[in-house]
């Protein structure tokens, strides 16, 4: 939405008739007008046209605070600093850089930790935020590597936990402040998939996590731009999902309302490490999402069929493979089940160092799953969506991501729901299927083996299954009268 602002327009903006379609509504119908003005120099243009619209645009203006160690600390500050600025904000974002997306970010010197730090603890001094948002750089390094390889990564596991504390303890400062509205929505982007006990077992961190509605969380894992074919032995891919689990997740579990669970960019959820939270329960969940979470059981959605209290699943990038050729010395290590698999005899027999299997879940039988299990569920979303968006392909402009879990509502078989896992390629081991659903298999399998098109071969009886669980939910809305 735009508004415009040439010099007659201003001349005229104390005139009552410039104005009188607005100025004649309700407050609360030109609230959610001005609510849906996105653009900043549009809502600055509003607030000259009136003092009552200059009410509205200003609180939809600051309804945000920003705090970044580089240049976002002034005005962080000032905002903070100002009684009449102070009460806006609801949504408090918290960033390590100023683009937590730059490749090869500096580290930051010592007095500009310490000036972070202290800015931190002026989160108190925002009495009506109920949500917060950290994001960390997109870059990380497990513990068993060596530096030399790790050029440009520079938050280190113990800065991470280190920059965690300061913000648990700005909010914990903050729950002490009389009048201070609870922060009930936690979001972190590009959290470590490294288990961090010694932050998760303290009292600060079951403090500040028991008091939240919403625990939403974007994971990322190592990648070593100099030897990305042995990415998938971290050992922190063995060990968070339990991690995730035992710590994270159940430490939220009997008072989340809305959880989200994404992988920046890897398949998860299957192996190395299992994701099973199937001990836990939440009770008062009603939304869930969950993005490139990968499936290779047939029992793997039995966590989520528990969760009866459910009315909105999104599953973004969310896939079943169907296909796995993973070392037998891996094998061995992450103890992989292989229950529900079928073994594949290798082209070179005995020889290869590598087991192939075939894995027959499908995503009919998933939705069909979906449909009966949840009878609360009145809204599915299903689509794959670029990690960049799509701004050529006429498709969704927003990227993927934890933080834009919302802004994409289709439901819908893209052909990338299926996918294979093969640990000898590069520069991923779970190569995606092209836009026409096809699979490079890259596989030394036995002659007479031939490999589908998955997305052809079981896409009437997927859109089938999918279009009856839509159903499904349509039916539950309007019972409910929504």
Partial sequence: MSWQTDPSSQANASDPNATLHLQGLAPEVVANIVNHVDEKDSLRNLRLVSKSMDEHARRKMFEKVMLTPELGIDRWKHIADSESLSILPRHAIIQTRDDPDEDYAEDLAGDQMEEFEEALKALSKFPRLNSL?????????????????????????????????????????????????????????????????????????????????????????????????????????????????????????PNLRALSLYSATDNWGCFPGYFDPSDLSFPKLETLSLGYYTLTYDDQLDWLLQQKSITKLVMHNCMIAPLLRIDKENMRQWKTSTRDWEPIASQWGEADPSDIFRYRGTWSQFFDKIADGLPNLKEFCFDYIGIYGDYWGGGEKTPYGVQHRHDHSKAKVFPKRYVIFNNGILPTHWPEARDDGQLETYFELSEELDIPNFHVEFLKNDKASLDKLLEKCRARREGAGI
């Fill in 133 to 253: 948002e950290l994001t960390f750089t997109n870059k990380c390094a497990g513990k068993d590597n060596d530096d030399w390889i790790h050029t440009g990564v520079t938050e280190s596991i113990d800065g991470r936990v280190e920059i965690l504390q300061w913000v648990f303890q700005a909010i914990k400062d903050r729950m002490g402040v009389e009048g201070s509205s609870r922060i009930r929505s936690l979001t972190l982007r590009n959290l470590q998939n490294a288990p961090i006990d010694e932050f998760t077992d303290s009292e600060l961190f079951s403090t500040v996590m028991q008091q939240l509605d919403e625990l939403h969380i974007g994971m990322i894992q190592e990648y070593n731009e100099h030897g990305p074919d042995h990415d998938y032995t971290c050992v922190e891919l063995q060990t968070f999902p339990g991690h995730l689990c035992s710590k994270w997740l159940a430490a939220v579990a």
